[in-house]
């Protein structure tokens, strides 16, 4: 199988990536530890299997591209700029915090002054895989929280496309000793990197945001569900190498932006899950290469220039990023959210260093401690979040424990009358408060979720903060002169205890509530709703009038 390399690695490291992921989940580890361990087995420095190292790489650059395609699809360009007031300044000094830090260890270390400064810039930039897996196990992307960290992620990528193109200026200008010439190439290297960063967004902006979509749709109307498979492929692979070559742009940010034209296609969903196989298989080959790059023998020999320097990532950079968030006055949650997101670093971080050995700037010393302090904040990673969902947690039951005697303090009893009250701000309560507000009625919506407070606030809705089972929260929203309660809570327990409440404190209201099983449709009735509609009976019944319906001339979509 020697003659066959491409074939041997993928096998071989998906193989042994099953095996210990198993293990690892068998051990309560995240399974990210046993993706590492495989490449430890796979890479040069233990005996046994070795695979190739370099087409490992270019397999995990391609779960990267994937990657990041995905994230642009569910990323509009209203997010991006909804976030960019703290994305930028955040990122930026972050990673100023960081790269200084850096310096200061090779200082310490007695490196030299390039060194120092390339070893602290690898240090200073999260992994996207590594981030992005995470924010997607908790459901985050589509919260404030998450798109505030895919922008502070863009930024990222954005500034070390400029630090890659101008690593070899630099290097060449400490090796050379002439200061004025080199100053002003660096300067030449700047301008022409960051025109070609501002061509390449205007173009996608501009033309991609019409073209993409344009041929998406074109594609869909062949029926050929492999041809639309393939053209999804071909685009979100094909801008992203494309952009790397004709504008020097790095492949995950060239696949983030086709993702992201992509995603104003109405057919962005059925992308997505296009490219979802794929995307997870090539992701495992991302970690399974940064474990073959691992040199064990780093941690023998310098085992407390390796804690120092994880210190900085986990510690130091996830600080920095903690009291930046908390200084534009951000919740708490959102800014220990986004510390914990970026306390790792991964394949920019390798990229850089590795240049940076090409370039005779820094050592291979600094670059097996740099990779030994990555691959030791990746497996701490899911650990920290572990830390932060119970802290939360326990946050919230506090908080929750508190309501009764809070309620005073917390909520005013709304004024209005003849209003609708809306218990849960999800994508149902959404669609009917948009509806509610449409026809004039007024209107009152009872939410608890940060992130839908937010909005809400944004929207101007009068809102009461807090879980509308308590009866404090119903009392306070005037159900006694209430119109009507809708119940749009997905959890079948919870919205028992709303609809009994509300029918103790006002005997006449009228409540209407939605269920997602018969048991459900069961037990809203019995507490005391008026209407209960079961989503798949609803739909049914929809669905048969429009057979009943007369037909025009041209087939028109109904929404129910």
């Known amino acids: 199988m020697h003659d066959a390399p491409l074939i041997l690695t993928l096998v071989g490291g998906i193989v042994l990536a099953f095996i210990f992921a198993a293990i690892a989940h068998r051990l309560k580890l995240p399974v990210l530890a046993g993706y590492l361990f495989a490449g430890v087995v796979a890479g040069p420095f233990t005996p046994g299997f070795v695979a190739d190292g370099a087409l490992a790489h270019q397999l995990a650059e391609l779960g990267v591209v994937l990657l990041m395609f995905g994230v642009g699809l569910h990323f509009s360009l209203k997010d991006l700029l909804a976030v960019k007031g ?130 998406l749709a074109a594609v869909s109307r062949t029926g050929s569900r492999e041809l639309f498979r393939l053209a999804v492929l071909a685009i979100a692979l094909g801008v992203a190498f494309g952009a790397a070559g004709l504008f020097g742009v790095s492949f995950e940010l060239g696949a983030f932006f086709a993702g992201m034209m992509m995603g104003e296609s109405k057919l962005a969903h059925d992308a997505a899950e296009e490219t979802l196989p794929l995307r997870d298989a090539f992701a495992v080959l991302f970690f399974v290469s940064i474990g073959m790059l691992f040199n064990y023998h780093v941690l023998i020999e310098h085992p407390f220039v390796v804690l120092a320097a994880l210190g900085i990532i986990v510690i130091g950079k996830s600080a920095a990023a903690l009291g930046i968030v908390l200084a534009f006055k951000r919740p708490l949650r959102t800014a220990l959210t986004i510390a ?108 608890e979720g940060e992130d839908r407070l937010e909005l809400l606030n944004a929207s101007g809705i009068e809102t009461i903060p807090g879980n509308a089972s308590h009866d404090d929260v119903l009392d306070a929203a005037n159900l006694g002169h209430a119109r009507a309660l809708l119940v749009t809570l997905p959890d079948a327990f919870e919205s028992g205890e709303v609809v009994r409440a509300a029918r103790t404190l006002n005997p006449e209201l009228r409540i209407i509530a939605r269920a997602d099983s018969q048991e459900c449709f069961e037990h809203l009735d019995a507490q005391g709703a008026n209407v209960v509609l079961l989503m798949e009976r609803e739909l049914a019944r929809v669905m048969v009038s429009q057979l009943e319906a007369p037909s025009g001339p041209e087939p028109q979509p109904v929404m129910a």
């Open 340 to 447: 914990v997101s970026l306390a790792q670093i991964g394949e920019f971080s390798f990229i850089l260093i590795g240049m940076g050995v090409t370039q005779n700037m820094v050592s291979r010393e600094a670059q097996d401690v740099l990779l030994a302090a990555a691959i030791l904040s990746i497996l701490i990673n899911p650990f920290l979040f572990k830390w932060l969902d119970r802290r939360m947690d326990a946050r919230d039951a506090a908080m929750a424990d508190a309501i009764p005697e809070k309620a005073a303090v917390v909520w005013h009893k709304t004024t209005q009358t003849g209003h609708v009250v809306i218990a849960g701000y999800g994508r149902l309560g959404q669609l009917l408060g948009d509806k509610i507000r449409a026809s004039g009625q007024p209107l009152l919506v009872l939410e």
């Open 86 to 215: 703290i994305a930028i300044p955040g990122a930026l000094g972050q990673m100023a915090v960081a790269t200084v830090l850096g310096m200061a260890l090779g200082w310490a270390l007695d490196w030299p002054f390039a060194q120092g400064f390339v070893f602290g810039l690898a240090l200073s930039v999260a992994s996207t895989v590594v981030l992005l897996r995470a924010l997607e196990e908790r459901h985050l992307m589509d919260t404030e929280r998450g798109r505030l960290a895919v922008g502070w992620l863009i930024v990222e990528d954005l500034a070390m496309v400029l630090a890659l193109v101008l690593l070899p200026a630099i290097g060449a200008a400490s090796g050379d000793g002439q200061a004025s010439p080199s100053i002003l190439a660096l300067l030449e290297t700047v301008g022409i990197t960051l025109g070609k960063v501002a061509l390449f967004i205007v173009l996608m902006l501009v033309v991609g945001k019409r073209l993409i979509p344009w041929m």
